[in-house]
């Protein structure tokens, strides 16, 4: 068989790591047509045949492609919640920060400062309900990332996986730019601007 080798080593190197794949079999399959472990669990006996595999071959062939091909986006669902959890826990310790610096003012800038402190607390309430918006859009965001990383993981390998993980933290991290929350100072400032 006089199949076109691959220049591309990574797909020789995916295929390679399927069990009984050596470099000629690599080749043939590679040659076929099937580069991905998605191609060969779902390619058929008749085109295996084709390639140059025995019956025997392919079977477990395909059986162990379709077992790694099922991993890929198994590892990248569980990285995405793991990012979700990570920004929900940054977000919740913010607005809890903001109402300890509101509660721990001293009782005469209290008493002074009664309308502010007012004022202030609507601002927080505000900047509280804004936080919540982008935390639900950094996991939406992150919903739909996943839910696209298990689509094209079922069509490409563990490297187009690691890098929708790392597409999906950026997206988390900028979501969680988003959420900075305003210092005492700048509440206090508002509140005796309005």
């Given at each position: 068989?006089?199949?076109?080798k ?7 190197n ?10 000629i ?15 060969v ?16 071959l ?8 379709g ?37 721990n ?32 859009k ?5 919903t ?14 563990k490297?187009?996986?690691k ?11 900028s ?11 700048d ?8």
């Amino acid at each position: 068989m006089s199949g076109k080798k691959s220049d591309d080593k990574s797909t020789f190197n995916t295929l390679t790591s399927l069990p009984r794949v050596g470099k000629i079999t690599a080749e043939k399959l590679i040659a076929a047509g099937y580069t991905t472990f998605a191609k060969v669990a779902h390619a058929s006996m008749k085109g295996l045949a084709a390639a140059g595999l025995s019956e025997s071959l392919s079977r477990k062939i395909v059986a162990a492609a379709g077992n790694k091909a099922k991993k890929v986006p198994a590892k990248a669902k569980a990285a995405s919640k793991k990012v979700v959890s990570t920004a929900s826990t940054k977000v919740k310790k913010t607005v809890s920060k903001a109402k300890k610096v509101v509660i721990n003012k001293s009782a005469a800038t209290k008493k002074r400062n009664a309308a502010a402190t007012k004022k202030a607390r609507a601002i927080a309430t505000v900047t509280k309900a804004t936080s919540k918006k982008a935390l639900t859009k950094a996991k939406t965001s992150v919903t739909i990332s996943a839910s696209k990383a298990k689509s094209t993981a079922k069509k490409t390998t563990k490297k187009v996986a690691k890098k929708t993980v790392t597409t999906t933290k950026k997206a988390v991290d900028s979501g969680r730019k988003m959420i900075k929350s305003p210092s005492l100072a700048d509440i206090i400032r508002r509140a005796r601007n309005q």
